[in-house]
């Protein structure tokens, strides 16, 4: 056997939309990490209906390098549908999905091999730090992953993005599961073997902005909380519980005293509160039903077992 053959392969998974000042850097910093390991890189670039140059720069670039590899998809279909695209068609014995915007510095790659090396299936990259986001939606972040850690039934590692690096056998875990919303954070947590992480500081975007507004940052965890936690039936179950127990108790109370104790009719603005608490239970229904809802939804979307992306061109054979 030659040494050729003993050589690992980390593909490196990187989906992007209209990333075109971005790319070339990041494919020249992680050619530079790569240079001082000895596992060789698969660039996995994963089009995500961009209208820049960006496609035209990967296609040229696949042309020169046989180490990238590109994905175009049919239109946008979102981040983690375009990753999920890149792991099913990567041939790495491990990958690391990794954003185009710089934002997750690539020499971290080389501490999470270590890991791998070491034996570990998962390695998540922490951040420690966040450059270059506003001050909300660093908070809101904050409290989201602690809240998550805390109603999820999973141990999921707080504070880490799609920065990752998964092995082998952890990516045909992964690829295994079809289920249509996919949050690739808790399901890597899910998968189990054995996990670890590495500390980074997490860079402001080197160009272009932002994929992810804030509102677009919400929606991400409110598919996390359905995806992954039954809590926010449990509290439907419990609300509603309080609320009869509450409207049978004051009622009985008020017949007692307005039959028993008090003499004459019951004061008049009675009826003022009996519409407020009609409004108020009303409102607590609608709420009610429109979690519920976020459930049947997702019901419906995986019964309808789409796939969850289309390929209009690739250089990867499909596995
Ligand atoms: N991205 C994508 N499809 C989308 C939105 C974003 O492929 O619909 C890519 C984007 O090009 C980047 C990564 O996903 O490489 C993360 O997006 P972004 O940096 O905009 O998110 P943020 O870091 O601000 O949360
Ligand atoms: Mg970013």
Redesign the pocket.
């Given at each position: 056997m030659n040494a050729n053959s003993e050589t690992k392969r980390v593909s490196i998974i990187v989906?992007?939309?209209n990333?075109q000042d971005n790319l070339p850097l990041l494919y020249a910093r992680c050619t530079q990490v790569f240079a001082a390991l000895e596992e060789e890189p698969e660039f996995v670039f994963i089009d995500?209906g961009s209208t820049d140059g960006s496609l035209p720069w990967v296609l040229a670039t696949a042309a020169k390098d046989p180490a990238v590899k590109y994905i175009q998809l049919s239109r946008?279909f979102?981040?983690q549908r375009?990753i999920t695209a890149g792991m099913n068609r990567c041939t790495g014995d491990a990958a690391v999905i990794i954003?185009?915007?710089l934002?997750d510095p690539p020499e971290v790659i080389a501490d999470m091999i270590v890991k791998w090396k070491a034996g570990y299936e998962v390695v998540h990259a922490v951040r420690s730090e966040r450059k270059g986001e506003s001050g909300l939606k660093k908070l809101l972040a904050h409290v989201f992953y602690r809240l998550m850690s805390q109603i999820t039934e999973i141990e999921m590692t707080v504070d880490a993005g799609d920065f990752r690096l998964l092995g082998r056998k952890a990516l045909d875990a992964l690829n295994s599961m079809p289920e249509q919303h996919r949050y690739m954070r808790g399901l890597a947590s899910w998968i189990g073997f054995s996990q670890t992480t590495v500390e980074y500081v997490r860079d402001a975007?080197h160009a272009g902005v932002?994929?992810?507004p804030l509102v677009k940052?919400i929606a991400l965890a409110l598919n996390a909380i359905t995806s992954f936690s039954g809590t926010p039936l449990r509290f439907i179950f419990y609300l509603g519980t309080l609320l009869c127990t509450l409207s049978i108790s004051i009622g009985i109370y008020l017949f007692i005293i307005w039959n028993f104790i008090q003499a004459g009719p019951p004061p008049h603005e009675g009826t003022t509160y009996l519409t407020l608490a009609i409004f108020f239970v009303s409102g607590l229904q609608m709420l009610c039903m429109g979690i519920l809802g976020q459930y049947i939804r997702r019901v419906f979307d995986e019964i309808k077992d789409r796939p969850l992306y289309l390929i209009k061109q690739t250089n990867l054979r499909s596995t």
């Open positions: 989906p992007f939309l990333e995500d946008n979102g981040h375009a954003d185009a915007d934002q975007r932002t994929k992810y940052s």
